[in-house]
């Protein structure tokens, strides 16, 4: 790795990930794209260098956020990290209500969306603490506001109750709130991003057509991890602004 700016991006291979990928590399980052399957991972470092004709630096590295010994090789490769972007993330099963939900499934979504980002990130944290103007970007949802499910005039608060995903967004954030609070004093700035429904892989099984593509969800992404030393942490951001909690 140069000394250029790096950034890792989790669950990058495609869908958002890949669309913040290509939106920090463009600015410049040299750009790290985590994977659970390396060949897919290496593709997507190849689409990406052929898309922005070699330049910055873009590499592919293994790294499942369930698994603690890809964490820490993925770790140890870097020689440098100054934004990190917790990308990667599982819905769990659609359609199932908290009644119903077994608690197996449950562990599995929160393995992923909350426990996965905090091994990440303490992973990471060495390196992010070396930089000088390190930022960490949690992908969240706005499904997980709490505002949002208790306001009768706000549409999530009519969507079927759930026992998953949304709760493990609404950890995740309760989780970047806290890390915002321990990291201030080394002048890392920490922010929960929700980027929207977009038409991915992630969304394709919802009962509605969705038109936001992948790119459209980066950019709130790419903006808060690209903040200026002024700019805020331990907030939840979507592209008009902060979402309530």
């Not at 706005?142 to 967004?169: C, E, I, N, Q, W």
């Not at 980027?195 to 992948?214: E, Q």
């Not at 903040?227 to 805020?232: A, C, H």
Request: glycine residues 8%; charged residues 20%.
């Amino acid at each position: 790795m140069t000394q250029t700016t790096t950034a890792l991006v989790t669950g990058a291979n495609k869908g958002i990930g890949y669309a913040v990928a290509a939106g920090l590399a463009a600015r410049g980052l040299a750009v790290v794209l985590g994977s659970r399957d390396r060949d897919r991972g290496e593709r997507a470092a190849a689409r990406l260098r052929a898309e922005l004709a070699g330049k910055p630096e873009v590499r592919a590295v293994v790294l499942d956020v369930t698994d603690p010994a890809t964490i820490a090789a993925a770790a140890a490769s870097l020689d440098r990290l100054d934004v990190l972007v917790n990308n990667a993330g599982v819905s769990g099963p659609v359609g199932l209500t908290p009644a119903v939900t077994p608690p197996e499934v449950l562990r599995e979504v929160f393995e992923t969306n909350v426990v996965g980002v905090l091994m990440v990130t303490n992973a990471m944290l060495p390196l992010l603490r070396r930089s000088p103007a390190a930022r960490i970007v949690n992908v969240s949802s706005g499904v997980g506001s709490l505002r949002h499910h208790t306001d009768p005039a706000h549409y999530l608060a009519a969507l079927p109750a759930s026992a998953t995903y949304p709760p493990s967004k609404t950890a995740l954030n309760s989780l970047t709130v806290q890390y915002a609070k321990e990291l201030r004093a080394d002048g890392i700035l920490v922010n929960a991003a929700a980027p929207g429904a977009c038409a991915t892989d992630f969304t394709k099984d919802l009962p509605f057509a969705i038109t936001r593509t992948a790119a459209d969800g980066a950019a709130v992404i790419v903006r808060l991890a690209t903040l200026g030393p002024d700019g805020p942490t331990g907030g939840f951001h979507d592209d008009e602004g902060p979402v309530p909690w």
